[in-house]
């Protein structure tokens, strides 16, 4: 069965350093998402993104924030400069179509659990 | 906009019986559809059940089901026959049928006791 891959499955780095997050979609997946998790709290939308430009995007989706497809394979999360509140799991989800109506077709990734220290 | 509200933050159940987690939706799309996601404590999210907005029939997959009640804006996953495995959190969302994106409840953490 098909998989999204998220590398690496667990990032530590210091405040204020840059991390990038990886993600190799579905092949055949056009839309791509990034969605985050707090630890204890609820999974929440940060940024759709189709056709290499962002379709959607949060509040939490800030200026730090930036995504890239910059190979066809791959889909990346840029933060810049991280802070300890950007300690979450990321899960990266592709879909294959546009909306989320079909089950078969939006799938996420196992997640990069980032802790800043 | 879309809202989920998942009223359970905790549940017990024993072993083998059936249990039924809540969940209730708000959104404006007129086609939409609700999953229903198992996260254990390694942190990854499990797909367990979809509901279109427009599907006739409840959806069901093995042991799980979903009450789908669209006038009351429901979608309650009952898991039958209970097992150890399925102690966890469950994620109800709900996907807008014309941008893609998930809005999330808060979860309900489900303990199934032997």
């Known amino acids: 069965e098909p998989e999204v891959t998220q590398t690496p499955s667990h990032q530590v780095t210091q405040m204020g350093q840059e991390v990038i997050l990886r993600c190799v979609p579905i092949?055949?997946?056009?839309?791509f998402y990034w969605y985050r998790q707090i630890l204890g709290q609820k999974v929440e939308f940060l940024v759709s993104?189709?056709?290499?430009?962002?379709?959607?995007k949060s509040e939490i989706f800030d200026d730090q924030f930036s995504v890239e497809r910059p190979d066809g394979s791959n889909f990346t999360l840029k933060i810049r400069s991280t802070k300890l509140e950007d300690s979450a799991m990321y899960f990266c989800?592709?879909?294959?179509?546009?909306?989320?109506?079909?089950?078969?077709?939006?799938?996420f990734g196992s997640g990069t659990r980032l802790t800043v220290v | 906009a879309q809202k989920i509200t998942q009223t359970q933050p905790g549940m017990f159940v024993q072993e083998k019986e059936a249990v039924t987690l809540d969940c209730t939706y708000d959104?404006?799309?007129?086609?939409?559809?609700l999953f229903w996601y198992k996260q254990p404590s390694s942190g990854e999210m499990i797909f367990l059940i979809y509901?279109?907005?427009?599907?006739?029939q409840n959806a069901t997959e093995g042991r799980y089901s979903l009450n789908f009640q669209k006038a009351r804006k429901s979608a309650n996953l009952v898991i039958s026959a209970s097992q150890l495995g399925d102690s966890a959190m469950y994620f109800c969302?709900?996907?807008?049928?014309?941008?893609?994106?998930?809005?999330f409840g808060q979860g309900t953490t489900l303990q199934v006791k032997p």
């Open positions: 989800a592709s879909s294959e179509v546009r909306g989320a109506v079909g089950a078969d077709g939006y799938t």
């Open positions: 969302a709900v996907g807008s049928g014309n941008t893609g994106k998930l809005i």
């Open positions: 092949s055949n997946h056009l839309y």
């Open positions: 509901q279109g907005s427009y599907d006739q």
């Open positions: 993104f189709y056709n290499n430009e962002i379709s959607e």
């Open positions: 959104t404006s799309d007129p086609s939409y559809g």
